[in-house]
């Protein structure tokens, strides 16, 4: 029996005077400068220092919820966070006020590695553990990459986002499709037989090109949103320089579609939106961008299916060839280490 979800998010500032204690909170641990900071705050200061992410869980929670009472799935609704307000240790405890006893949890990364999954596993074991005896069962959702309706949601955006490109390039436009890059040796470490994250983001990346343009449809991915010591390999290539690569080939039309996003924050307004716009102008290319997940229907649907597989057993749906992952985490077998315990092991 369960009787509460919960929406694991990231965080993010709601006000300028939030930048700054936010950005410490994330790099916590890291020993990143100030003024290293400070020019990331400059991200967030563009956008008068609030973080839409915040606004798109309180969304994204107001749909699922909506479609549970149409459902008539009885669960409490709760949200929290890993680095600001409200943050899931807070929230677990308000749960357990409120006299919950099992929930279970979504995570706002569709994928597994150590940023997407096995950090939010901790966060939920952390915030039991400040809660103490009698805190609430956390039970966090699988990785739903390849659940037909986060398929879908996407597809949908990246047609819209074709739409767009005059109709006799259309077809022939390139499709680009990116996620976060992490460390190079993160990667690898990621699930028990390694690579877990980058094969995740490509099937997704996959399955959205075959569902918009058929079997064997062609794609590219790219990376976005790398930080950290420049002498430390990352996952490339980054969406910059591969525009600039599909440019000296001859490519006139890009649709950029970030299946490795739920939603459209920060990172994807000012690496793709900003950024990747401004190197596609200078490049010559049309650029546009697909929408993320959202609250679209067939996502919301999608979530509601990974719940009711929990309460009434359902199938999983899945497509693809990688099946169901992330219903444990298996981390007495290595599965996903942290990136300073794999530099440390290298």
């Not at 973080?51 to 798109?56: E, K």
């Not at 075959?210 to 064997?216: H, K, L, S, T």
């Not at 009434?312 to 298996?330: K, Q, R, S």
């Amino acid at each position: 029996m369960y009787d509460a979800f919960l929406l694991l998010g990231f965080g993010g500032p709601e006000g300028p005077d939030e930048v700054m204690p936010f950005l410490r909170n994330v790099t916590h641990g890291r020993a990143v400068p100030d003024e290293r900071l400070a020019e990331v705050a400059e991200h967030y200061l563009r956008f008068g220092g609030v973080s839409p992410i915040n606004a798109q869980c309180r969304a994204l929670l107001d749909a699922v919820g909506a479609e549970f009472e149409r459902r008539q799935i009885d669960l409490r609704m709760y949200w929290g966070n890993r680095n600001w307000h409200p943050f899931v240790t807070d929230t677990v405890a308000r749960m357990h006020a409120d006299g919950v006893q099992r929930a279970l949890v979504l995570a706002t990364s569709a994928v597994g590695g150590y940023s997407g999954c096995r950090q939010y596993r901790e966060d939920l074991a952390s915030a039991r553990a400040c809660v103490g005896i009698g805190a609430p069962e956390l039970i966090k959702l699988r990785h739903f990459f390849n659940h037909p309706g986060f398929v879908t949601a996407n597809a949908d955006h990246l047609r819209a986002a074709l739409a767009l490109v005059p109709e006799d390039e259309r077809e022939s436009a390139a499709l680009v499709f990116t996620a976060h890059s992490v460390p190079d040796v993160a990667d690898a470490d990621s699930g028990i037989e390694g690579r877990l994250y980058s094969r995740q983001q490509r099937e997704a990346a996959h399955l959205v090109a075959e569902a918009v343009r058929g079997p064997g449809a062609a794609f590219d991915l790219a990376w976005q949103s790398r930080s950290g010591s420049p002498g430390t390999p990352w996952l490339e290539p980054d969406v910059n320089d591969h525009l600039a690569e599909l440019a000296k080939r001859g490519v006139r039309s890009v649709a950029v579609c970030p299946t490795g996003f739920v939603s459209d924050h920060l990172e994807v307004l000012w690496d793709l939106d900003i950024e990747a716009a401004t190197t596609a102008r200078e490049l010559g290319l049309m650029m546009v961008r697909a929408g993320t997940a959202g609250t679209h229907a067939s996502f919301v649907d999608a979530v509601v299916g990974l719940v009711r597989e929990q309460l009434n057993g359902t199938d999983p749906a899945v497509v693809g060839t990688l099946g169901v992952t992330g219903v444990d985490c298996p981390t007495e077998r290595g599965c996903c280490v942290s990136r300073a315990s794999a530099s440390r092991r290298r």
